[in-house]
């Protein structure tokens, strides 16, 4: 069921274009994800489908009175209040409503020509379901596990995202916007704020640079380039798939485009002769050349960020023994040790607020421990991305603050203009001379890179970089990352960008415990499952122990075979097992990908999409039992 359409929709900033006759709609049960790149106008349409933003030209057309509720890109900071008095604000128009039958209630008996208005109201607020208004917030407030008389000054990152989520849940919306909501969230918390958008029954429209977040979410990508929105229906790597193919023809029709313009430029200047046998159609013809190619808004550069190597640091970077840190009432760090090599990549990762940036700054020497020993190797060049942007000083321009106020830099051994090296992070000459505080907060993480990279370095400490970064500069940076030839310590929230750079976590799992396993997020995810399941078969050991003697024997002597004659068979049946899933998930995708999918019954492509998940999940576990078997038998 069709929920909200755009027809024709014009939206321009200047002489950008960022709605160019666009028409798509939104239908019920969808997850929507919105990418381009920064600039390209993601949140402005987030804002003219909530009805913040006016189009220039066009129509938005709501269905069936649809509603909408939009959480924003930041979290509330700087309000005041309680929890329940900031979620109860968002629908104060239906308080203001009540109110004003209740004053007409009590004057209704002295002027019964209150009556039509007090009817008037109390459809409005039927409406509106308002009657039910303190038991909704209550239910929505426990739902996110909201203490209703908390402070909001006293809140988290996290915690104040799902303040916000309350707010614009409370109003029932049948449409959910929702820009960068994994910003300021921790990955437990991204993981519960998946499982949780996955139950809302309305439609989901959303803005992520988070390509796991997006892989799991969106059933549909819009993509926004140059003033069109080009929709594809199915998952993320359909999109990215059917988004160079697309890219790649229009480059080839752009070539011959170009190569027809080009002789036909040749022929019209080719004198005299040419004039007295010239044709005024092609004349006309060519002119219309010239127009088609004055409007046509070529693709985007991408970005060319490289990193300056500095010379080679000490073999060993940083060494801790047996050290620990807390701050009043809590234990941060509890007798860590740990040896980093050059070379090595290592991510931080845990809650918000358990020590991350302090283990970083106890390894740098910017504050000591308050027990156990630190060495820090020599010749180390270090360039540090704060999340704060601290470095950055917003008063100057982007020029500025990479060349301090020179024209040229030095750059890996040679010479070079200061608005050359920011055009490869895509910075023009014209936006190379703004102030930064006129810029976003994806230009401003750009800038600090700039400024960062310019430096010859030897140590890479990254803080959050991923905020606000458009997918192609992520993509950029995680491979400057990986091939950094110096050591990397990596803070992120970002699961996909820790897995292509990290070669070891350090995984902060409380009360100052830091886990140390090689590999990336995946490898420490599946760790964990290893050791919750080796923990259960613990426990299911000591209950077979306390059986009579007689059990017990048998368990030992079943134990010392590999496969038992079931899981024998179980195994040789496998295979063919995960053939068959795997070709239903072929076929139950291809419905979904069905361009026309969505313009069907919503309860139909439910239950279309209900199969797709189960069928997912049969194969994730009938694979994870090969693998368990496969082990076993090896073993």
């Known amino acids: 069921m069709e929920l909200v359409r755009l027809s024709n929709a014009q939206l321009a900033f200047g002489s950008n274009p960022i709605l160019n006759h666009v028409d798509f709609q939104i239908n019920a049960g969808e997850r929507v994800c919105i990418v381009g790149r920064n600039g390209a106008g993601k949140s402005s349409l987030l804002k003219v489908i909530s009805g913040d933003q006016s189009l220039d030209d066009g129509k938005l057309q709501f269905v069936n009175d649809a509603t909408v509720a939009r959480l924003e890109q930041d979290p ?23 109110d004003e039958f209740d004053d007409i209630a009590m004057k209704i008996a002295d002027d019964v020509s209150l009556m039509s208005r007090m009817e008037k109201l109390q459809q409005q607020i039927d409406q509106h379901e308002g009657w039910t208004l303190d038991l909704r917030i209550s239910q929505t407030l426990t739902k996110l596990g909201l203490n209703p008389e908390q402070d909001i000054n006293k809140l988290s990152g996290g915690w104040l995202r799902k303040l916000a989520l309350a707010r614009a849940l409370v109003k029932q919306p049948n449409i959910l916007l929702l820009d960068e909501p994994t910003n300021h969230l921790d990955i437990d918390a991204i993981a519960w704020l998946e499982s949780f958008l996955k139950e809302f029954k309305g439609a989901i429209v959303f803005i992520s640079h988070d390509r796991a977040f997006i892989r799991a979410m969106a059933t549909r990508i819009i993509d926004l380039d140059r003033g069109n929105a080009l929709s594809i229906v199915g998952t993320y790597e359909y999109y990215l798939e059917e988004k160079q193919r697309l890219l790649e023809v229009e480059e080839q029709q752009n070539a011959l485009f170009d190569k027809k313009l080009a002789q036909e430029e040749v022929w019209i ?30 693709a985007p550069t991408t970005a060319n960020m490289s990193i300056q190597q500095g010379e080679k640091s000490a073999k060993k ?32 990762v845990g809650p918000n607020g358990v020590g991350k940036s302090t283990l970083i700054k106890l390894l740098l020497g910017d504050i000591q421990p308050e027990q156990g020993v630190i060495h820090i190797g020599e010749n180390l060049n270090v360039a540090y991305f704060d999340q704060h942007r601290l470095a950055l000083d917003i008063e100057k321009t982007v020029q500025d603050n ?15 203009h200061v608005l050359g090296y920011l055009q490869d992070f895509l910075f023009p000459p014209a936006r190379s001379r703004t102030p930064v505080k006129a810029l976003s907060g994806g230009e401003k993480n750009r800038l600090l890179l700039a400024k960062l990279f310019v430096k010859p370095s030897n ?6 970089p991923t905020n606000d970064l458009d997918v192609e500069t992520l993509e950029l940076l995680e491979e400057l990352v990986a091939n950094y030839q110096g050591t990397v310590l990596l803070v992120s929230h970002d699961r996909e960008f820790i897995d292509n750079t990290a070669t070891t976590i350090w995984a902060f799992e409380g009360e100052g415990y830091i886990n140390k396993v090689f590999g990336g997020y995946a490898d420490y995810r599946d760790y964990l ?10 426990n299911s050991d000591a209950e077979k122990k306390s059986q009579p003697s007689i059990v017990r024997k048998e368990t030992k002597v079943s134990a010392k075979k590999k496969l038992s004659y079931n899981e024998t068979r179980e195994l ?21 990908n069905d361009p026309d999918f969505f313009t069907s019954d919503s309860e139909q492509t439910q239950k279309a999409l209900n199969q797709l998940a189960k069928l997912e999940s049969k194969m994730e576990i009938a694979f994870a039992r090969w693998e368990e078997l496969e082990e076993k038998q090896q073993n």
């Open 529 to 538: 499952t290893r050791i919750a399941s080796t923990d259960k078969t613990k």
């Open 459 to 464: 140590v890479l400490i990254l803080d959050e």
């Open 269 to 298: 200047r080719q004198g005299i002769k040419a004039r007295r046998t010239r044709n005024e159609g092609r004349v006309r013809a060519l002119k219309d050349l010239r127009v088609q190619r004055n409007d046509r808004i070529d």
């Open 317 to 348: 970077v940083f060494e801790a023994k047996d050290i620990s840190y807390s701050i009043p009432g809590k234990t941060l760090i509890n007798d860590f040790s740990c040896l980093v090599m050059r070379g090595d990549r290592v991510a931080l």
């Open 402 to 416: 990479v060349a301090d106020g020179k024209q040229e830099i030095d750059f890996n051994g040679s010479s070079r």
């Open 572 to 592: 040789e049946s496998l295979p063919k097992i995960l053939e068959n899933l795997e070709q239903e998930l072929e076929v139950a995708q291809a419905v979904v």
């Open 76 to 98: 509330p900071r700087g309000q005041h209040g309680t929890v329940l008095e900031f979620v109860s604000a968002g629908l104060q128009h239906i308080k203001d409503l009540m």
